[in-house]
Structures are given as structure tokens and as C-alpha cells.
């Protein structure tokens, strides 16, 4: 088997520069692994449609390509400043009023009706990704004063951002619980909610547990989210790290240190940890992107992220197969490079948070336990592949946290579980038949592992299954040689 494989995945966005059903395909083909739909722009229904092309084409290409719809959250948007837009310059005052309205470089509406009740002196404001912030100087009965620290040009109707622990509306919002009715029904994936800042914001849902229910993906992009981190990740089934609202709630030099600590602590839960926000901008125009941001991209996979995310760069960008072509090379030659013994010996003291002593936390244990046994005979051995069979998806998430060396190759019979295998590190989805005895389904295993060039005869693999059928948990590791 060849070392160059790449293990971390790639999240693409789609939009009006990729949703026909040639450029998905084509995307598909360059190395996405799984498909965004950013709900905070265009209809459900259009959204619906592209939901749709997705799945024709992972149908005609016989693999498994994730769906996930990203809801808007409680966003906040200023009043439209026409297409030419205006420019704002640096240490001008601006007058902020609520209202939907139109907006000039001198007053801007907020559609906020609590804007005045919610922010407070000294409050920073920004607009689109940051890329214009403000200082509030003024607050009155009639409206709000801000001087603009970096200015910019703006258009359209950006987004405005008030810190998270100022606004006064709860996540999900109704539109959200809408959005996710159609999608449920639609059969989608995941499920990214935005704004988090409690797991009980998270639970609001309401959705039935992966994976009869879609996985549930909490970004997190607040302060709030940072501060209660631990039972956000518990409560979710992957955290997305949105580096741009976390770059304006937190100071800039903050942000790194803030991605490697959350990117640990989903790993040590054994939770995709996907990074995302601005990783190959420049490439919405230019056909490679600058060194900064193949460094970033490098960095985001040494610091043992499952997925890597593209937004713009694929939505609207001149050639989102070529940006697709790009993230993958880059995150194969960094898996290469991967320290995977630095990165055990990371988890090793971390793996205790995933493991405890409440009620039904027996069977993780167990799972703990053996993945971990698992990536120590894999490598003792010299195992070509690790194989799992996984009725959730759960086991396979499991080992990913270890970072083997060996591919993982993730066994169900649940198309829902290998589509939400699609972000799993590492991992390649594969579908089995059915849950049987041990020896049935290993047998079946290993032979589709073998006919699907996964492995050769006379490969060393480690095998990770339930007893049976009926088996709640993983509780059997082998050792085999492929027939």
C-alpha cells in the first residue's frame, strides 16, 4: 500500500461558482469529502435542490459524500448599502441607529431592534469578517456613536457583529428549527448551529441522536463557547472552530492558541475538529494561494485536525475545482509529515475526558480500551489497515482520536453512518451487509476490504467488532491475516 494517503478531510461549500452537478462531481473527484450549505445565503429551497445533486452524484460515484447544512443563527445585518456601497475610513465617526433601512459611510441601520439597550461603551463593532471595526464612544435614547479603528469598503448588507454576551436572541433560532425541519426530512448528515454558546443551546434542537438523527456540529465562535467548552463537546457530535468571529471576540495574537486547545480537547472526546475560516482566501481569485496560508493549512493538520473547511474560496471563488485540487495536496503532504508518536503521547493524558463514571459511560470505557489497544498492535505488527465495525460511527471516531498510521476503514450497514464517517479522520467508509455473528461480518470485511484494494493477501490487519449482532459495545480486537 502506498504511504501517500491523505487522512484529513476536506469540507467544501457550495455555491453559486459550484452547484451545478458537473462542478460537484468535479470537486468530488479533486478530493471533497463532504459537501456545506451555508443556509445564511439564498432559500431553502434552493439549498434543498443542491442537497439533492449531491446525493446524484455520490450515487453515480458509488462513495459516500456528507451533507451539511450550516444554519444562520441569530445574525445580525446592517441595512443595505446598495451595490456600489461606501467606503469607511479610518478614525471616522459613524452614527449606528436600529432600523432595516438604507445605509450610507455616515449612518448605517442595524437590524437589531435591542441594538441600544445591548451595547455599551467601549463595545467593539464589526462588519462582514471583521475586516471594518469599530469603537463605540457615544450610546443615546436615538442611537449609538462608533469610530471606525480599520476602515474599508462595504457593500451589500453585511453582517454586524455585537459580542456574543450582548444579544438578546437565544440560538436556535425559529428560522433555524425551520430549516432544520426540511433538512431532517431531506435526510441530511450534519447539522452546524451557530452562535453556541451552552450545550444547552445544543440541546434545543431536538433532533433524535446521530445517527438516526443528523450529526450535530456546534461552532464554536463565541467567548461563552470557550468558557464552556467541555460540555459543548459532549453534547455535540463535532465542533467546527470559526476562527473569523473568534478573531473579533478575542484579541488577534489569542486565536491560534484557542484553535490548538479546542482542536485537543474534541480529539481527546473523540470529536471531529473541523478548522475553518479564510484558510486559502486568496484563491476566490487567484489560481494558488499565498505561502502564509499553505503554512496555515499545514499548521491546522499538525495540530490534529479531522477536517479542513473552504468557504468562499468554493462558493464563489473563479475555480473551485482547482482550490479543492490544492487544499488536497496540502493536506497530504502534511499528514506525511504527521508526528503521530508526538501526537499519542499528546492524547494520552487527555483520553480520561472521554471515559466517566456516570451512568452508561461503561461501554466508552470499554471502547476507550480497546481503541487504544488497537493503535499499539497496529503498529506492533505492522498492520496494513485497522478495521472497524461500527453500528454508530462511534468506534470509528474512537480510534481516529490516536492518530494510526494505519487507514481506518469504517464498516456499516447504515448509509447515514457512512456518510458521517465522511468527516472521521483517516477514514474510509464502507458498506456491509448486515450486523452478524463475529465471524460472518469480519469474513465480509475483510473481503470487501480486499476486493476494494484497501488490502492484499497476506496483510497483516487489526479487526475491531462487536461480539454479535447484539453486542452494545466493541468489545472484540483481533489480529488477522487477509486470505
Given at each position: 500500500?502506498p504511504?501517500?494517503?491523505?487522512?484529513t478531510?476536506?469540507?467544501?461549500?457550495v455555491?453559486?461558482?459550484?452547484?451545478?452537478?458537473?462542478?460537484?462531481?468535479?470537486?468530488?473527484?479533486?478530493?471533497?469529502d463532504?459537501?456545506?450549505?451555508?443556509?445564511?445565503?439564498?432559500?431553502?429551497?434552493?439549498?434543498?435542490?443542491i442537497?439533492?445533486?449531491?446525493?446524484?452524484?455520490?450515487?453515480?460515484m458509488?462513495?459516500?459524500?456528507?451533507?451539511?447544512?450550516?444554519?444562520?443563527?441569530?445574525?445580525?445585518?446592517?441595512?443595505?448599502?446598495?451595490?456600489?456601497?461606501?467606503?469607511?475610513?479610518?478614525?471616522?465617526?459613524?452614527?449606528?441607529?436600529?432600523?432595516?433601512?438604507?445605509?450610507?459611510?455616515?449612518?448605517?441601520?442595524?437590524?437589531?431592534?435591542?441594538?441600544?439597550?445591548s451595547?455599551?461603551?467601549?463595545?467593539?463593532?464589526?462588519?462582514?469578517?471583521?475586516?471594518?471595526?469599530?469603537?463605540?464612544?457615544?450610546?443615546?435614547?436615538?442611537?449609538?456613536?462608533?469610530?471606525?479603528?480599520?476602515?474599508?469598503h462595504?457593500?451589500?448588507?453585511?453582517?454586524?457583529?455585537?459580542?456574543?454576551?450582548?444579544l438578546?436572541?437565544?440560538?436556535?433560532?425559529?428560522?433555524?428549527?425551520?430549516i432544520?425541519?426540511?433538512?431532517?426530512?431531506?435526510?441530511v448528515?450534519?447539522?452546524a448551529?451557530?452562535?453556541?454558546?451552552?450545550?444547552?443551546?445544543?440541546?434545543?434542537l431536538?433532533?433524535?441522536?446521530?445517527?438516526?438523527?443528523?450529526?450535530?456540529?456546534?461552532?464554536?465562535?463565541?467567548r461563552?463557547?470557550?468558557?464552556?467548552?467541555?460540555?459543548?463537546?459532549?453534547?455535540?457530535?463535532?465542533?467546527?472552530?470559526?476562527?473569523?468571529?473568534?478573531?473579533?471576540?478575542?484579541?488577534?495574537?489569542e486565536?491560534?492558541?484557542?484553535?490548538?486547545?479546542?482542536?485537543?480537547?474534541?480529539?481527546?472526546?473523540?470529536?471531529?475538529a473541523?478548522?475553518?475560516?479564510?484558510?486559502?482566501?486568496?484563491?476566490?481569485?487567484?489560481?494558488?494561494?499565498?505561502?502564509?496560508?499553505?503554512?496555515?493549512?499545514t499548521?491546522?493538520?499538525?495540530?490534529?485536525?479531522?477536517?479542513?473547511?473552504?468557504?468562499?474560496?468554493?462558493?464563489?471563488?473563479?475555480?473551485?475545482?482547482?482550490?479543492?485540487?490544492?487544499?488536497?495536496?496540502?493536506?497530504?503532504?502534511?499528514?506525511?509529515?504527521?508526528?503521530?508518536?508526538?501526537?499519542?503521547?499528546?492524547?494520552?493524558?487527555?483520553?480520561?475526558?472521554?471515559?466517566?463514571?456516570?451512568?452508561?459511560?461503561?461501554?466508552?470505557?470499554v471502547?476507550?480500551?480497546?481503541?487504544?489497544?488497537?493503535?499499539?498492535?497496529?503498529?506492533?505488527?505492522?498492520?496494513?489497515?485497522?478495521?472497524?465495525?461500527?453500528?454508530?460511527?462511534?468506534?470509528?471516531?474512537?480510534?481516529?482520536?490516536?492518530?494510526?498510521?494505519?487507514?481506518?476503514?469504517?464498516?456499516?450497514?447504515?448509509?447515514?453512518?457512512?456518510?458521517?464517517?465522511?468527516?472521521?479522520?483517516?477514514?474510509?467508509?464502507?458498506?456491509?451487509?448486515?450486523?452478524?455473528?463475529?465471524?460472518?461480518?469480519?469474513?465480509?470485511?475483510?473481503?470487501?476490504?480486499?476486493?476494494?484494494?484497501?488490502?492484499?493477501?497476506?496483510?497483516?490487519?487489526?479487526?475491531?467488532?462487536?461480539?454479535?449482532?447484539?453486542?452494545?459495545?466493541?468489545?472484540?480486537?483481533?489480529?488477522?491475516?487477509?486470505?
Amino acid at each position: 500500500m502506498p504511504n501517500a494517503i491523505r487522512r484529513t478531510k476536506i469540507l467544501a461549500t457550495v455555491g453559486p461558482a459550484s452547484e451545478s452537478t458537473d462542478v460537484i462531481h468535479e470537486m468530488a473527484l479533486a478530493g471533497m469529502d463532504a459537501v456545506r450549505l451555508n443556509l445564511s445565503h439564498g432559500s431553502v429551497e434552493h439549498a434543498l435542490l443542491i442537497h439533492r445533486r449531491v446525493r446524484e452524484v455520490a450515487h453515480e460515484m458509488g462513495r459516500p459524500i456528507g451533507t451539511l447544512v450550516d444554519l444562520p443563527g441569530p445574525k445580525v445585518r446592517a441595512g443595505t448599502f446598495g451595490v456600489e456601497g461606501a467606503e469607511l475610513a479610518d478614525g471616522q465617526t459613524i452614527r449606528l441607529e436600529p432600523g432595516n433601512g438604507e445605509s450610507s459611510a455616515h449612518v448605517i441601520q442595524v437590524d437589531y431592534e435591542p441594538l441600544l439597550d445591548s451595547v455599551q461603551m467601549g463595545d467593539r463593532i464589526s462588519f462582514g469578517d471583521g475586516g471594518i471595526d469599530c469603537e463605540v464612544i457615544y450610546t443615546g435614547r436615538q442611537h449609538l456613536e462608533a469610530v471606525v479603528i480599520h476602515g474599508g469598503h462595504i457593500s451589500g448588507r453585511p453582517g454586524v457583529h455585537i459580542p456574543a454576551e450582548r444579544l438578546r436572541i437565544n440560538t436556535p433560532t425559529p428560522y433555524d428549527l425551520q430549516i432544520l425541519d426540511a433538512f431532517v426530512d431531506e435526510g441530511v448528515d450534519m447539522v452546524a448551529i451557530s452562535f453556541v454558546r451552552s450545550a444547552h443551546d445544543i440541546r434545543r434542537l431536538g433532533t433524535e441522536p446521530h445517527p438516526r438523527g443528523p450529526l450535530v456540529v456546534a461552532k464554536v465562535e463565541t467567548r461563552a463557547a470557550v468558557e464552556n467548552l467541555a460540555g459543548i463537546i459532549d453534547a455535540s457530535g463535532a465542533v467546527m472552530i470559526a476562527r473569523g468571529d473568534l478573531g473579533i471576540e478575542y484579541a488577534i495574537e489569542e486565536v491560534p492558541h484557542l484553535q490548538k486547545m479546542i482542536t485537543r480537547e474534541c480529539i481527546a472526546r473523540g470529536r471531529p475538529a473541523i478548522t475553518a475560516t479564510q484558510m486559502l482566501e486568496s484563491m476566490v481569485h487567484a489560481p494558488t494561494p499565498t505561502r502564509a496560508e499553505a503554512t496555515d493549512v499545514t499548521n491546522a493538520v499538525f495540530d490534529g485536525s479531522s477536517v479542513v473547511m473552504l468557504s468562499g474560496e468554493t462558493a464563489v471563488g473563479s475555480d473551485p475545482v482547482n482550490v479543492i485540487a490544492t487544499m488536497a495536496r496540502l493536506c497530504e503532504r502534511a499528514d506525511l509529515q504527521f508526528d503521530a508518536a508526538a501526537w499519542a503521547r499528546l492524547v494520552a493524558p487527555l483520553r480520561t475526558a472521554e471515559v466517566g463514571h456516570a451512568h452508561g459511560d461503561d461501554e466508552r470505557a470499554v471502547t476507550d480500551a480497546m481503541t487504544s489497544a488497537a493503535t499499539r498492535v497496529a503498529s506492533s505488527v505492522d498492520a496494513t489497515a485497522i478495521l472497524c465495525l461500527t453500528r454508530s460511527g462511534f468506534t470509528v471516531r474512537a480510534m481516529a482520536r490516536f492518530r494510526p498510521k494505519q487507514p481506518i476503514l469504517g464498516f456499516s450497514p447504515d448509509e447515514r453512518v457512512r456518510q458521517q464517517l465522511s468527516v472521521s479522520w483517516g477514514t474510509t467508509p464502507i458498506e456491509i451487509s448486515r450486523f452478524a455473528d463475529n465471524e460472518v461480518m469480519v469474513k465480509e470485511a475483510l473481503e470487501l476490504a480486499r476486493h476494494g484494494g484497501h488490502v492484499r493477501s497476506g496483510d497483516n490487519v487489526v479487526v475491531l467488532a462487536g461480539t454479535d449482532a447484539a453486542s452494545p459495545t466493541t468489545d472484540v480486537l483481533r489480529v488477522m491475516r487477509v486470505p
